[in-house]
């Protein structure tokens, strides 16, 4: 299993932001810090506004933040936001599946258990438990000028 490389940058916009939270980021900050092409990063950033995990300002001053706090932000709804498009395998999509397989074969069964199982972890997890008192993150995706500001872990503490 590998995620494509958009869920991968979606992850990092969103721990991006999550570290600089009272500041708009720009995505040339972003494509800068995380090694990013930002013509790709637009792509990634549109369907992030569209899913409502960020807000995008346009203009001089425009950028982008969070569109709720990052322990409201779930690393599985994130993955579904840019994988559940793509079909796992062949046979996940009926419309195009020509598997001969396809009326014996209990591998579907498996993958689809073990999907589960996958997002099942994941949905365990949001932004917040991804940044919070990770100092090398921090230092890393903070922006200059800017001390980071520790992500409060009393939100995480009344879970």
């Known amino acids: 299993m590998r995620l494509t490389t958009r869920t991968n940058l979606a992850m990092r916009v969103l721990m991006f932001c ?13 494509a800068e810090a995380c090694n ?14 569209h899913e409502d995990f960020i807000t995008t300002l346009r203009g001089r001053a425009g950028g982008m933040k969070l569109a709720r706090p990052p322990e409201q932000i779930g690393v599985g709804n994130v993955l579904r936001a840019f994988e559940a498009r793509l079909p796992f395998a062949e046979c996940f999509d009926t419309e195009t599946n020509t598997c001969p397989l396809r009326d014996a074969c209990l591998f579907r069964d498996a993958l689809s258990e073990a999907l589960e199982a996958f997002y099942g972890t994941l949905d365990r997890k949001t932004i917040a438990d991804l ?29």
């Open 131 to 159: 940044v919070e008192n990770n100092t090398a993150l921090e230092a890393m995706l903070s922006l200059p000028g800017l001390q980071p500001i520790p992500i409060c872990t009393a939100a995480r503490a009344a879970r």
């Open 36 to 49: 990013a092409s930002e013509n790709h990063l637009a792509q990634v950033i549109n369907t992030l506004a």
């Open 18 to 30: 999550a570290v600089n939270p009272d500041r708009t980021v720009r995505k040339h900050e972003i």
